[in-house]
């Protein structure tokens, strides 16, 4: 069942989204060589904590992390380790979000680390472009799966891969709610876009093979031909007119 928000509900939904988009803002000047998983997951701990707020992931199915910490071939949900150090030219995506008042956001971006390949940086791009590829279709009246059919369209347009085994899906008291949202497939299909719909639209794109293997921790889940992976995720709000993307600082 979609669960259409109030205004109310939107306006609430804001708060943690503001924060979280803060604190993977403030990631880019942060991450560098030589840090752990660990340390990224502990710095978005204590801002969320300072916020006055909790992690929408730690404990979310006995996720032992804060936020999902995922370098190169990790596509998602890599669990913080204070044995894995980031060296230099990885890339390595942060996926969180906070929970105020019972409200969830939902985000995730890709950093460098140091200096990455020209190849490394057009799958950060591409990535983030099949996003907002996506987003001209957040519109009422429009299929759910225009939105999945842009991202393909834009991420296949340079050779990438589209990770077909995770979604985007809907967001609001619960981290993960109707719809699924595909970043590939047929354009026409699906439910209606209306208005109060809150979706979390994430590419997720590799330089190779869309397949996926699971790691042995039982959360990682990496390209199966151990390419890297990139992952850009938005909180987007369905209104009468232009999409709001909550996620989404001024300037940003």
Known sequence: MIIIKSEDDIAMMRIPAKVTAEILRDLKDYIR???STKDIDDFIDRRITEAGMISGFKGYGDFPG??????NEVIVHG????DIILK???IVSVDAGAIY????????????VGKISEEAEKLITATRESFFAGLEYCRAGNYLTDISHAVQQRAEADGFGVIRDYV???????LHEDPSVPNYGRPGHGPKL?????LAIEPMISTGSYEVDILDDGWGAVTRDRKYAAHYENTVVIT???PEVITLLDGE
């Open 168 to 174: 985007g899906h809907g967001v609001g008291r619960e």
């Open 79 to 82: 669990i913080p380790s204070k």
């Open 66 to 71: 804060c936020a999902c910490i995922s370098p």
């Open 33 to 35: 060589p030589g840090l």
């Open 240 to 242: 009468d007119g232009d």
């Open 88 to 90: 230099e030219g990885d």
């Open 101 to 112: 008042k019972g409200w969830n956001s939902d985000m995730a971006r890709t950093y460098p």
């Open 194 to 198: 209306r208005p109060g719909m809150v």
